[in-house]
């Protein structure tokens, strides 16, 4: 079975600074998939970023970009030039690859990112 | 347009009562979830289900099931409702056959068991 883990449950950032969210990750699979979500207040899941993990070059989606160590099963999120609006529970999410059968998402508890203005 | 719709958004009921919570998708996906998120956030798989098979999470209680009426509706039927079943429920879609592997999440129910 997957497991991921999220160590910090809370974590801050000042407006404009740069902030790092750490995930790892335990599989046996080869081919699987990695994401971010993003839950704000208004609980809706939003996909933030994503990770093919047969891709080496790193995913990057504007302000937010990730780290990904396949051989060490890490896989952190770094926000650029944080905003308010990027205040929310941040998820992060490991999906085997489609062709190992159903997949649903496993996640990791969750990091609460406060941006303090 | 709503990609991925649940209603209701909330629902209050009382013990020993049975729900039902609806989820419809207008994007042509052939896989439906539901996920349990409880009051400390986390988020679980309840059930994976195509037109194939329905994969059901073992610790999910018997009293819960879904019942897909077509491809583009998964609802979730939950008997005999207890506390601990208050939570809010997602629902999401993807396409199985597509590499990128995205799900797409409805806005959540909220369910409030008293």
């Known amino acids: 079975a997957q497991t991921v883990t999220q160590s910090q449950p809370e974590m801050s950032v000042q407006e404009a600074e740069t902030v790092t969210l750490s995930c790892t990750y335990d599989?046996?699979?080869?081919?699987?998939?990695l994401f971010w979500y993003k839950q704000p207040p208004s609980r809706q899941m939003i996909l933030v970023i994503r990770?093919?993990?047969?891709?080496?070059q790193n995913a990057t989606e504007n302000r937010f970009s990730v780290n990904f160590q396949k051989a060490a099963k890490s896989f952190s999120l770094k926000i650029s030039d944080s905003q308010l609006g990027d205040t929310a529970m941040y998820f992060c999410?490991?999906?085997?690859?489609?062709?190992?059968?159903?997949?649903?998402?496993?996640f990791g508890k969750g990091t609460r990112l406060s941006v303090i203005a | 347009d709503t990609a991925v719709s649940q209603t209701p958004k909330y629902l209050v009921t009382q013990m020993g009562n049975d729900k039902s919570i609806k989820c419809e998708q207008n994007l042509g996906h052939d896989t439906m979830y539901w996920y349990k998120q409880d009051s400390k956030k986390f988020l679980k798989i309840m059930f994976s289900y195509n037109n194939k098979e329905l994969i059901i999470n073992e610790t999910v209680p018997n009293r819960f099931s879904p019942k897909s009426p077509d491809k583009a509706h998964l609802n979730l039927h939950i008997n005999s409702l207890e506390l601990g079943d208050s939570a809010v429920y997602f629902c999401?879609?993807?396409?199985?056959?597509?590499?990128?592997?995205?799900?797409?999440f409805g806005p959540g129910t909220r369910l409030t068991v008293t």
């Open positions: 999410a490991f999906m085997k690859s489609y062709y190992s059968g159903n997949t649903p998402l496993v």
């Open positions: 999401a879609s993807s396409q199985g056959d597509r590499v990128r592997g995205e799900q797409y």
């Open positions: 990770q093919e993990a047969y891709k080496q």
């Open positions: 599989t046996s699979e080869n081919n699987y998939y």
